[in-house]
Every structure is written in C-alpha cells, then in structure tokens.
C-alpha cells in the first residue's frame, strides 16, 4: 500500500489521531505536509517545509516517519526540545499508532555522566567552593540510581553549574575503551541504544560535530538511516559553520593544563615536574589573551591580516608560538610516563591537536573561510566557512547508484524566510534544488493579534532609545498587569532595559520583573508561565539572543511582546563582513540579499513568541520606527504574520484595556 494511504487516514477526521486524543482537530495544512513528507520519503530527495506556527508540522513528519518502516533519525535545535520529541510526542505517536517501534535519545558526551571523572572530581582539591563540593556530592548520589547517566534527569542542577565540565567528558579527554570505567560508561550505553533503535533522536550539534570528526557514534549510524528529519532547521546553518571550521581557546588550554596537572601528581609524582609543565602552557594561554588586551564585554575582532584588528602582530605572533611550544613541551613530558596509565595516552593526543591548531593559526586563512578571535574573559580564535552549503551537497546530499536506497532529507521550521523560494535558508544549506512547500498557520491572526510601531519614539541608535523602551513596558504593564516579553536585539540594551524596569517595579508592585542571566533560562521560563497564579505577583520578562526563540507560553501568562529594534544583523562582525563582500564579488546587493532576510526571519521568529495556540489573544509591539517609515519596512511587515495593524497610542491602549479585562485561561492542548 501506498505511504500516503495510511496517512491520510491518520489524520482524517474520525481516523486513528482523532480516536486517540479528545483535543486533536484534523487541519487542512497539517495533512499536506504530511503528505509532502510521505511523497519524499518514498521517492527520497529533500523537501523544506516552513510551517507556520499551529501547523502542528511535529505529528505531520512523524506519522508518515513511523508509518514508513524506515530507520528514522530525528534532529532538534535544542537539548530541550530534543526531550519534549523523545519524552512526550514520540511515545504518544507510537502508542496511539500501534507500532512495535523502538526509540533512542543520542545526546553528545557533555550530556551525559562520566563516571571516571567523577572519581577524578571527588580527589580534586581545586573545586570552586563550598558550593561546588555540595553539587558533586548530589550528583554522586544521584549516579547511584541512574541508568542513562544524563544529566538533564537531576532535578535542581544549574546549566551553568561548574562542576558540570568536571564531571563530563569531551572528545579531547575521553579514554575511550582505556577507560576503567569503559563498560558501565553511559555514552558508550546511549550509543548502543541508538545502533539498536528504529527512530533515534538527537540534536543539531551532535549531528555537526559528528559530521566534522565522525566521532560521536553518527559514523556508524548514519549509513543505515534513509530518512533524516531537521525540526527547527533554521538554526542548521549557524550551527554548522560553530562545528566545520577550526577552533582553538584559552580555556581548553587550561582546561588541559588543569588535567595534566591533576593526572600528573595522582598518577606519577615525582617523575615530571608537574608544575612546571602545566604552568608553562597555563602562562602561554594567559599570555595571548593579554595580547589582546581589553575589549568591550563579547567582542569580535576581524583577522583579515597577520594579527587580529587592534593587536601588535608580532607579540602575537609570538604569543601563538608560545602556545605551539608549551604544548610541544607537555607532549614531551607526557610521553615519558605514556606507559604507566591510559590517561597519558590521551593527554599526549590533546597535546598534539592543541599544538597543531595553534600552528594552523599561524598560517594564512583558508580561501572560503572567514577567520576571527570572540574576546572575553577567554579568548576563542575562529576559523570557520562562510555558510554549510559544500558539506551539506558533499556529505549529505550525494545518493549511491543505488536508487532504491535514496535517502530522504526533511528540513522543517516555523521561520526559513521570506521569499517563496525560502532561499534565506536553502541557499546558505545547498538545498536550491529542494522540493519546498510553505503552510500558513491555521491561526486567525487578524481577530487574535495586533501589531504596533509607536512612532513618538526615538531612532534605535539614539542613547535614549533604550530607556524610551523601558518606559512604554512600563505603562503597557501596569495597564496590563504583567503577561509581558521584552526581547532586545543586544546586551547592552538588556542591561539598560531590564535595570529601568526593576527599578521602577518593587515588590510591592503587584509585578516581578524577570532579567535574563538572573537565573537559569528553564527556571526564568517556568516563573514566566506561572504568570499571576497562586497569589504571585505578574511578571513582566527581559530577555535577549535565545528567547527570541523555542520559547512556549500560551495563554495570558503572554499577551504582549516588546521588541526593541529591528532585528538587522551587525554589520561589524566578521562573518557578517565576509557574507556580505563575497554577495558583493556576486554583483548582489547585501543590504536586500542578506540584511533584510536576517531581520525578516528574526523578527518573525520573536513575534512568534505570542500566539501560540487558537485561545490567545496579544499584541506585538516594534518600537522601531523604521518599520513605519523606510521602504524596506513593507518588506519586514510582510513577513510577519497577518496581525491587523494599529494606528496610534489610543488605540494601542484601548486593546491593551481589552485584554486586562478579559483575561482568557487557557488550557495546553494535548494534541497539536
């Protein structure tokens, strides 16, 4: 029988969905994709999907995916959202289908528990503090019950915790099957898993890390899967470019230098100066980041020429060979004890790789390449290409002769542009010969939502911008009692914005003021969806970069979303500049082929935040003239979705009134 059979009738009003689930609703683009889904995955080749939000595109690629037979590989933006697929949507799909399916969840080896450096960790007399020893104390504790090791499981650990880098291996430090703990290892466990499976699950980063060193079980797995599966596939490019070039830190240099040190003195003491190796490459590392000297909190340095922009090139020059030396030097002492434990081994290999990355950026860039240093606390020198488009035609794209096994690519997302071609995500991804189908959302915009461009504002590069910003959330709060997301476009506006605001709000308010970095994000979110709810106050959000983003809140816990400015790419950072110039060397236009589609898919993305499901109600407010006023505004509002437009203060706050009166509860629909 046909693929698209079953699936139709899956998703048919009455069919094997609807008798599962009371809140399932049969939608017209829902069965489209999932039919286009069905066509590709029989005939193979690759098909990119933009579904608007409410599509409900995750049953629309899972059903035909489980329906098909095939080996499955599922991947995800995010961890998080990685979960959600392998937690709750796939088990339900598979229960409700009736199929003998077995999943995996294939995370990268900074998610799960190493069990030999948590011995290591426990003898280290250098954990941070106080705090530091309690959290390896809980995750001792817990490594006693679990079975997968992930540590997403334990409840209460801070992603930003310190300890965590402590008690995970990478690829650098991993003994591999030297390990004492090699047979209980919960890496080597979820990769056996995953070869056993029929539907895996991983994320965007494992696939592109595994992509550039093969390493992560993916070389292994990938060859027998002939359906792959990209949700929120407009991070791919991004993501990709992070793993296909070259990389070297200040902090894998200590962090090196802290492992040698500490094997050293438990494994061989006596036989090496052990600290006088580690502190040579610790100085050299510390050294090049003086080099550097300040910069502004996050800075990115252009390296067009010798040396990074603003830096002497021949101290850093230096600086560099130093490094190149002192891991030449820890190489040497390392081999004279590499027969005594298999932890040498493997500190000799990083040893090398660091000294041959450091070598790699002595020498000119790579033509094709855009090369840079992100200046911080650490220094991180970057070698990457200008978008993923020959990897993704050379190690994806080419089929065996074998026309029977072509494998079928889907690439899928609420936001990949805003042309019919969706070229802002097909071109940098080498898929201008995709098969593409948009599929609006079912979401009456123009009765649930509004968009505003207050026009009394000041222009976004006037200082005073910001705090105009923070006065209008002000007023919009207290008029609608919390329920509100500023998203800014930087970090310095979030500052400015977000100290206004908790300034002006007490907590005797009645509202809480929420600042991205002030917790953890899950935590922020949690907070944020509680919204005024068992007698809390409130709460009004401040966020920045990855909230723009993945971030669900239905109901009145969200109904108005402030976004500073246009969201427009900065034209000073160097992959930026290098995009544009080779859109140049085209004969194109970077400003209408490159800026644009950025702020358009950007802004789309963070007006997404506010009607999540068919009950909300909202408003998006832009506080960015230019939106009003430059032709290219036009654009920019096409490409967000259908809202009806208001006119002026009254009238914004005549709906903000509205919406304070009748605050609509909302309930999560199980099925969407």
Known sequence: MPLHDPVREAFAEGGVLSRAAEHFLPRPGQTDMAMAVARTIESGGALVVEAGTGVGKTFSYLVPALLSGERVLLSTATKTLQDQLFGRDLPKLVQALGLPVRTALLKGRGSYLCLHRMEQARQDSTLPDRSAVRVLAKIEEWSQSTRTGDLAELPGLDERSAVIPLVTSTRE??????????????????????????????????????????????????????????????????????????QLTTGQLLDFS??????????????????????????????????????????????????????????????????????????????????????????????DILGTRAQAFCEPCEAGSVRWVDAGAQLRLVESPLDIAKAVREKLLRSSGDESSKKSWIFTSATLGDDSRLSWFTEPCGLESAEVLQVESPFDYPAQAAVYVPRHLAKPGDPAHSGQVAALAAQAVRQLGGGT???????????????????????????????????????????????????????LLVASASFWEGVDVPGDALQLVIIDKLPFPPPGDPLVEARSQRLESQGRSPFNDYFIPEAAVALKQGAGRLIRRETDQGVLVVCDTRLATMGYGRRLMAALPPMRVLKGDDEFLEVLDGLAATRISTTDPAWT
Request: glycine content about 8%; aromatic content about 6%.
């Open 173 to 246: 430090n991993c003994l591999g099957s030297q390990c004492p703990k090699f047979r209980a290892c919960h890496v080597n466990l979820a990769r056996r898993e995953a070869l056993a499976a029929d539907v895996v699950v991983i994320n965007h980063h494992l696939f592109f890390a595994d992509l550039a060193v093969r390493e992560s079980g993916m070389a292994e797995l990938l060859p027998t899967v002939r359906v792959a599966i990209f949700d929120e596939a407009h991070q791919l490019n991004e993501t990709g470019v992070q793993f296909l070039g070259t």
């Open 485 to 539: 997301m500023v998203l800014t476009t930087t970090l310095r506006a979030l500052r400015t914005i977000g100290e206004e605001l908790q300034r002006q709000f007490d907590a005797a308010s009645g509202i809480e003021v929420l600042v991205q970095g002030q917790w953890p994000k899950r935590r922020l979110i949690d907070r944020f969806r509680e919204g005024a709810s068992q007698g809390k106050p409130g709460c």
């Open 258 to 351: 802290r492992d040698m040190l500490a094997a050293g003195l438990q494994l061989a003491r006596g036989l090496v100066d052990w600290q006088q190796v580690a502190g040579t490459l610790e100085r050299s590392a510390r050294d090049l980041r003086l080099v550097v000297g300040r910069t502004a909190p996050g800075a990115r340095l252009r390296w067009v020429a010798q040396a990074p922009a603003d830096v002497d090139p021949d101290a850093w020059e230096a600086a560099l060979s130093d490094v190149r030396e002192a891991c030449a030097g820890a190489a040497e002492a390392l081999a004279t004890v590499s027969e005594i434990a298999p932890d040498f081994a493997r500190l000799i290999e990083r040893a």
